[in-house]
């Protein structure tokens, strides 16, 4: 099952775009990625999910290159609010589900 | 809907204790899985269900039994619980569709301390 690296922590500032970058080298031909955002105390939400090129909806976009190696979230102007931990996970799928795995995920941190 | 419930909220355990924590779902799902989070880390899958009746054994199954009776139910039994186990606990559900499964739908979690 593809594994995941994304960086530890990134920072930004209200009104910037924050761009998370996910590695999956390994990433099978049927696996689909997905984001996930985490609050303290709360459970992971779902944010988006793609399969190659580029998705959008009213929270953020994903960048998919041709070799689907890696994914790109992109956060449009961010808001405090969206100071969170970023799980990018590859490979729903109902053949796989057993060896689902996310990573330890990215802490963003949006100051004023 | 109310979505994805979890019971208790927080429990505390002794070593050796067993419990059981509960988790429902009303969106009728087919998907349901445990999965563990321990401090700073992602989340661990400990056993998943892919339809009433049916289970199977996520990355650390060790300590831990499920029973998928119904479609809405999902419990998660620790038989004898040990220190290693202090965590938070998230159920989750998943609707498949095209064999492409689509988003996860968490729980609020509960938080495990065994002393």
């Known amino acids: 099952l593809a594994k995941t690296t994304q960086p530890i922590s990134m920072d930004s500032y209200e009104g910037q775009e924050v761009n998370i970058t996910c590695s999956h080298n390994n990433i099978a031909t049927n696996d689909y990625i997905t984001w996930y955002q985490q609050f303290p105390s709360q459970g992971p939400r779902f944010i988006i999910q793609g399969y190659k090129t580029k998705v959008t909806n009213e929270v953020a976009s994903l960048f998919i290159p041709a070799d689907r190696k890696s994914s790109t979230l992109s956060l449009p102007r961010v808001s405090l609010s969206d100071t969170a931990v970023y799980y990018c996970l590859v490979g729903e799928r109902a053949d796989s589900w057993g060896k689902l795995q996310f990573g330890a995920g990215t802490q963003v941190v949006v100051t004023p | 809907n109310a979505g994805v419930t979890q019971t208790p909220k927080f429990q505390v355990l002794k070593t050796g204790q067993s419990m059981t924590l509960q988790c429902a779902q009303d969106?009728?799902?087919?998907?349901m899985s445990w999965y563990r989070q321990d401090p700073g880390m992602g989340l661990r899958l400990i056993h998943y269900s892919v339809g009433a009746g049916i289970t199977d054994q996520g990355e650390v199954p060790n300590g831990y039994n499920v029973s998928r009776s119904t479609t809405e139910d999902f419990p998660l039994r620790l038989l004898s619980a040990a220190p290693s186990q202090t965590s938070v606990y998230f159920c989750?559900?998943?609707?498949?569709?095209?064999?492409?499964?689509?988003?996860?739908?968490f729980g609020p979690g509960t938080r495990l301390t065994v002393t």
């Open positions: 969106m009728n799902h087919e998907y």
């Open positions: 989750a559900s998943s609707y498949v569709r095209a064999g492409v499964t689509y988003e996860q739908y």
